[in-house]
């Protein structure tokens, strides 16, 4: 394992870094990056090429505390810390200002600040307190608890679907969309078609959501029922696992308004400024998506979601372009949730499900496109620290309509337009009076559009 020190010297919109290893010499030289997203972006581009060059390395950050100054830097490198071996400590300018002083440094350049910052660290280390802790540990085990005590109740209602397919199968009827919570409570009590049988009206109206005119429904259907297993052993199954389950939902439900209500991120409560992400919605894909410097572009991070288009060809021949579904399952589950809400609650993101139905898409590859338009809607919120405005997004979508027109227009004939004249074949001359027509009609509806919007 090497140690390597970090020095950092923060000033108002940009910073000076640099590495030292345990000896005091230069590892990697004095390099400046801006305070804004392509910088720090710049900064995990860095630390992911060094640490590619350096198998074993400890990287010791620190900053001094500049009034504020700092934060933005600190913050990101606490992100940092989910992918990167860092250690990042907050230091009093103080006691780097007495150890620079104590050298005898008469000239103080931002260069000579970083590397005194890296000296201090490896002179004294019994002076600096390290946050080892990456910045969302305490949400990452907390959601990873509530995710495994969703695992158990899944495996738990998949081993009572498969008993209550012997034991009581006419209540599966209830079941198809989901396990209601009067089916557990009824189960806990009469767990088989032969108890069921033998109940009263009475008794099963005591249970909630249970009226007296189900109640003679189930038992009627439990007096006719074809289960082929009753024993003392199946019953006390059921029982338990109805019980597990229950209580499973509980604790899921107490833990998530536990979360929701002790960790406040300011990235979670960007994200929720986003009609229909939840708190929920909102910190699982924040845990997915950790730091967003990790995304130099934001097709990156449509490809870690696994939402970006690719080619197709199945078994049968059937070909297209399809979502590519690469990636975990979990994280793109979330998004399609948020999705089916958005398309309607969300106007920006049903007009473009609308919009995209009208082109022909199915109902599936049009909720494919509003999932990808949500991510970059997430990926700009995130980038540049702003909350959600649809407004944002249409002025966006309008100039890359017009670099798209212009593009169209100029670029592939910025030297001449095409010559009537020239002795081309007829192919070539189909192939450009239908990229005339389609150009000219691009240009007029943008003028239309030009004109609705003023």
């Known amino acids: 394992m090497s140690n390597y020190y970090l020095g950092i010297d923060v000033s108002k919109g940009y910073a000076d870094f640099i590495i030292l290893d345990s000896n005091k010499r230069i590892i990697e030289p004095n390099f400046q990056l801006d305070d804004t997203f392509e910088g720090h972006q710049k900064?995990?581009?860095?630390?992911?090429?060094?640490?590619?060059?350096?198998?074993d390395a400890v990287v010791y950050?620190?900053?001094?505390?500049?009034?504020?100054?700092?934060?933005?830097?600190?913050h990101s490198l606490r992100k940092f810390q989910d992918t990167f071996n860092l250690k990042i400590a907050r230091l009093n300018p103080k006691g780097v200002n007495y150890y620079s002083k104590a050298g005898l440094n008469r000239v103080i350049t931002d260069k000579l600040a970083a590397i005194n910052i890296a000296e201090y660290l490896i002179t004294h280390p019994e002076k600096v307190s390290y946050q080892n802790q990456s910045y969302y540990y305490?949400?990452?085990?907390?959601?990873?608890?509530?995710r495994s005590l969703v695992k158990d109740r899944t495996r738990y209602l998949n081993q009572l679907e498969i008993l209550l397919y012997e034991a009581n199968p006419e209540i599966l009827v209830f079941c198809r969309d989901k396990v209601p919570q009067w089916t557990l409570k009824l189960l806990q009590v009469f767990p088989?078609?032969?108890s069921l049988s033998s109940a009263s009206i009475e008794e099963l109206a005591k249970i909630p959501y249970i009226s007296k005119r189900r109640a003679e429904t189930l038992i009627?259907?439990?007096?006719?029922?074809?289960?082929?297993?009753?024993?003392t052993l199946t019953q006390d199954t059921i029982k338990t696992i109805a019980g597990e389950i229950l209580r499973l939902k509980k604790l899921i439900k107490m833990q998530d308004q536990l979360i929701v209500k002790n960790y406040s991120f300011r990235e979670l409560e960007l994200m929720k400024t986003f009609k229909t992400i939840g708190d929920l919605s909102a910190v699982g894909l924040l845990i997915e998506i950790g730091a967003v410097e990790r995304f130099p572009t934001v097709k990156h991070l449509s490809s870690f979601f696994g939402v970006h288009p690719v080619f197709k060809i199945s078994g049968d021949g059937i070909k297209g372009v399809r979502m590519s579904k690469e990636g975990r399952k979990q994280p793109r589950a979330i998004l399609f949730m948020?999705?089916?809400?958005?398309?309607?609650?969300?106007?920006?993101?049903?007009?473009?499900?609308?919009?995209?139905l009208q082109k022909g898409k199915s109902k599936m590859d049009a909720i494919g496109v509003c999932m990808?338009?949500?991510?970059?809607?997430?990926?700009?919120?995130?980038?540049?620290?702003?909350?959600?405005d649809p407004e944002i997004d249409r002025r966006n979508r309008e100039r890359n309509l017009q670099k798209k027109n212009t593009t169209e227009i100029n670029i592939s004939r910025r030297f001449?337009?095409?010559?009537?004249?020239?002795?081309?074949?007829?192919?070539q001359n189909k192939k450009r009076k239908e990229q005339e027509m389609s150009q000219n009609g691009n240009t007029v509806m943008h003028e239309i559009n030009l004109h609705t919007l003023s």
């Open 138 to 146: 305490p949400l990452k085990r907390k959601w990873k608890f509530i």
């Open 338 to 356: 948020v999705t089916l809400a958005a398309i309607q609650r969300n106007p920006l993101i049903k007009e473009i499900y609308i919009k995209n």
């Open 372 to 388: 990808h338009k949500i991510l970059r809607i997430i990926y700009g919120m995130l980038k540049n620290n702003q909350p959600f």
């Open 220 to 231: 009627k259907r439990a007096k006719t029922s074809i289960a082929s297993a009753s024993d």
């Open 43 to 55: 900064l995990f581009c860095f630390f992911k090429q060094f640490f590619k060059d350096h198998n």
């Open 416 to 427: 001449q337009q095409p010559d009537e004249n020239a002795p081309i074949s007829r192919r």
């Open 192 to 194: 088989t078609a032969k």
């Open 61 to 74: 950050a620190a900053l001094e505390s500049t009034g504020g100054y700092e934060n933005n830097w600190y």
